[in-house]
């Protein structure tokens, strides 16, 4: 049914924000992800996220690399500005949208294939530079689009949709955010909606650049030998022919995690994941205590979730630069070629 478009009237009781809109106004298209993907759930705490903010959708630009993660800007904010770059090279196109034009909130959404393989430099350097973004990774541990191959986030010791183990130590790009002076790092669940909603909400408000990195389960190929849900396990007990590339529609998962609580959510093939929130009198301005307290719960095979880490007095890139307070592509050639006499006067101050 994704091929039908929603209906363009709105119910006129309809609850609008301070700036004129319903909820309604910050979706997109009808999504293509497979049924009960956590990448709709995070496509809904956006679109949340941005009506109680009261932005105005032409306000925004948003930008995705390749993978199922970034095809979901075709599913929310349909009349924000939107471009679809080639795989890994998001940061950089939303670097060049930044500089020429300042006045946009950009929000960069990215997957773990897209910003942990072949998007890592990408991603370093974006987060180094203090680009102004709100950089968003929908993280489920495969390729989806490819069959379900481990990603660079893969746990070392998890099991593939054909059993294989993953002996690569994964890439954990919260930690490579805090290292390289990200200014606002979070992790959250996409399923934890509660948590979920607020963390993009400071991440758009942000003034610098700001990650968060969200665990999404993927329904298609989390699943492994000796799970009841997995293709193997239906195939073997369906007597009706059944096409391979059918994905049987689940229930999405959700959990509400309560501050300094641990929550075991069981996920689509048995397996547990365990999510920690952080405690309320973590204090998000130590960088260093950030990822003590990370790497201490990873240890105990424990996913902290929350915000990490903020710089309340963060910079970007064009406050490095010094750029002119003027969006670059508003300027005129006036502005640009001012003429041999401002040139004489640069001269006559370098000497």
Not at 17 to 30: A, L, P, Q, S
Request: hydrophobic letters at 40%.
């Amino acid at each position: 049914m994704t091929w039908i478009a929603k209906p363009p009237l709105h119910h006129p009781t309809l609850l609008r924000n301070k700036v004129g809109y319903t909820r309604r106004d910050y979706e997109g298209k009808i999504s293509t992800l497979c049924a009960g993907c956590g990448h709709d759930s995070i496509s809904a705490a956006i679109i949340q996220a941005c009506w109680e903010l009261d932005i105005e959708p032409h306000r925004v630009a948003k930008l995705s690399g390749i993978g199922c993660s970034s095809k979901t800007p075709d599913y929310f904010l349909g009349a924000s500005h939107g471009f679809n770059t080639v795989h890994g090279r998001m940061p950089s196109v939303l670097t060049g949208a930044n500089l020429a034009n300042r006045d946009l909130l950009y929000l960069g959404v990215s997957g773990d294939g897209d910003s942990a393989s072949i998007g890592l430099g990408q991603f370093a350097h974006a987060m180094r530079r203090g680009v102004r973004m709100a950089y968003i990774v929908e993280n489920n541990g495969v390729y989806g689009l490819t069959k379900g191959q481990f990603s660079a986030t893969a746990d070392a010791g998890s099991k593939s949709k054909k059993g294989a183990t993953n002996n690569d130590s994964p890439v954990d790009l919260v930690a490579m955010a805090l290292q390289l002076g990200a200014t606002y790092v979070g992790r959250g669940f996409s399923g934890n909606k509660e948590q979920l909603v607020p963390l993009i909400k400071g991440a758009m408000a942000h003034g610098g650049a700001a990650f968060i990195d969200v665990l999404s389960p993927c329904v298609a190929f989390n699943n492994h030998p000796g799970s009841t849900k997995s293709y193997d396990y239906v195939r073997e007990h369906n007597e009706a022919v059944s096409r391979i590339d059918f994905i049987s529609p689940r229930e999405e998962i959700t959990a509400t995690v309560a501050p300094g609580e641990v929550v075991d959510v069981r996920q689509h093939d048995g397996s547990l994941l365990r999510l920690r929130s952080l405690h309320p009198d973590h204090d998000a301005t130590d960088r260093h205590a950030a990822m003590a307290f990370m790497q201490e719960h990873q240890a105990r095979g424990e996913v902290v979730t929350g915000l990490l880490y903020v710089d309340p007095l963060a910079t970007d890139l064009h406050w490095a630069l010094n750029t002119t307070g003027r969006a670059l592509n508003a300027l005129r050639e006036p502005d640009l070629c001012p003429g041999a006499a401002a040139l004489a006067k640069i001269n006559a101050s370098l000497r």
